[in-house]
């Protein structure tokens, strides 16, 4: 049997797929192919239970001709959007589609009221391919590092030894996800162990004044890792505070101990971490009784009611008690 499996961004998206995955290829020994954007292919490159990653620069028609040559026996469609259905339609072949529950989720930023299933995603992915016989196997996420990338802690810090620091993960692509600078350096100033600050180059400048104002014991990262070198120090690491984001997720994957720091978005929308059945390593962080939450599915650039009482409001002296 031969797979084609659509999921097109982004990290923690794709990292919340692999249950079904290896649930695939372990259950059927189906061949498995994976169609996504030329920026995310290296997430799924490492992993053992796909056997080819298929990407495209901008549209899926760039990949069109060459996916009708396969004849796959099924289509497990993970994105269900446009693009998507143009891969669908143009390969005429089976296919299963994701429920996004964009209505409920439009209901619950719109009007406060849940209809939403209190249902992980990765349990809705699952689904899609039930059909076929295939069962959750209870082993949670997956996340895989080339071993040229994992990262030896003393290049970046002599002070860093595994088990004995704490990862902040600052960055999350739209800033209501995000704690302010000055929230971060107050957590910083409270800790006592080493920290590390992980972000992409968008949030170098913002680590580096982090690390400037919070002491020795702070070291900023951002910018100067890969996303699998990123996911190493995450690996190693003792705790990790984090945003609704894609390490979020890669930490789950490592079943590591998460503070998880939301902000316009909620838990509710089903993308928490997910860790292997009998595991609850996750503290959910969050300010209660917010009217405007959620404001978004994804997040803004500003906050709309201009207070920002999501994150300004953040219980600081808890998140740094669960990280001690």
């Known amino acids: 049997m031969k797979i084609l499996i659509l999921r097109f961004s982004s990290i923690g998206d ?12 372990q259950q059927l020994g189906a061949k498995i192919h994976y169609l996504t954007k030329k920026a995310f292919e290296a997430v799924l490159s490492p992993n053992p239970h796909v056997d080819a990653v298929i990407s495209f620069e901008k549209e899926v ?32 072949r089976p296919a299963r589609s994701f429920n996004k529950l964009n209505f409920e989720k439009w209901v619950l930023v719109r009007t406060g ?32 590092i ?29 800033a209501t996800k995000r704690l302010p600078a000055d929230k971060i350096i107050q957590i910083c100033r409270a800790l006592e162990q080493p920290v590390v600050l992980l972000g992409g180059k968008s949030e170098r400048e913002a680590g580096q004044k982090i690390a400037d104002e919070s002491g020795m014991h702070v070291l900023n990262a951002c910018g100067r890792l890969s996303l699998h070198q990123s996911a190493s120090v995450v690996r190693q690491a003792a705790k990790v505070a984090t945003h609704d984001t894609g390490l979020m997720h ?25 860790y292997p059945e009998g595991v609850r390593a996750a ?10 939450r959620p404001c978004s599915k994804i997040g803004f650039a500003d906050c709309p009611k201009g207070h920002f009482r999501c994150m300004n409001e953040q219980d600081l002296t808890r998140i740094c008690r669960a990280l001690k």
Request: aromatic residues 10%; proline residues 6%; glycine residues 6%.
């Open 14 to 25: 794709i990292v919340l797929t692999t249950p079904v995955v290896r649930c695939l290829k």
């Open 61 to 92: 028609a760039e990949q069109l001709p060459a996916l009708k040559t396969e004849r796959y026996d099924w289509v497990i469609d993970l994105h269900h959007n446009l693009r998507s259905w143009q891969v669908k339609w143009a390969l005429r």
């Open 113 to 144: 009221i849940n209809l939403l299933p209190a249902r992980h995603i990765v349990d809705r992915y699952m689904e899609t391919v039930r059909h076929l016989g295939v069962k959750y196997d209870g082993l949670g996420l997956d996340y895989f």
């Open 146 to 174: 080339p071993v040229a990338e994992e990262v030896n802690l003393s290049d970046l810090s002599p002070n860093l030894q595994p088990g004995k620091y704490v990862v902040l993960a600052i960055g999350a692509n739209h």
């Open 250 to 274: 890669i930490a789950a994957a490592f079943g590591k101990e998460i503070v998880s720091i939301w902000g316009s978005t909620v838990p509710e929308f089903g993308m928490y971490p997910f």
């Open 283 to 292: 503290e959910i962080i969050e300010v209660p009784g917010l009217a405007c």
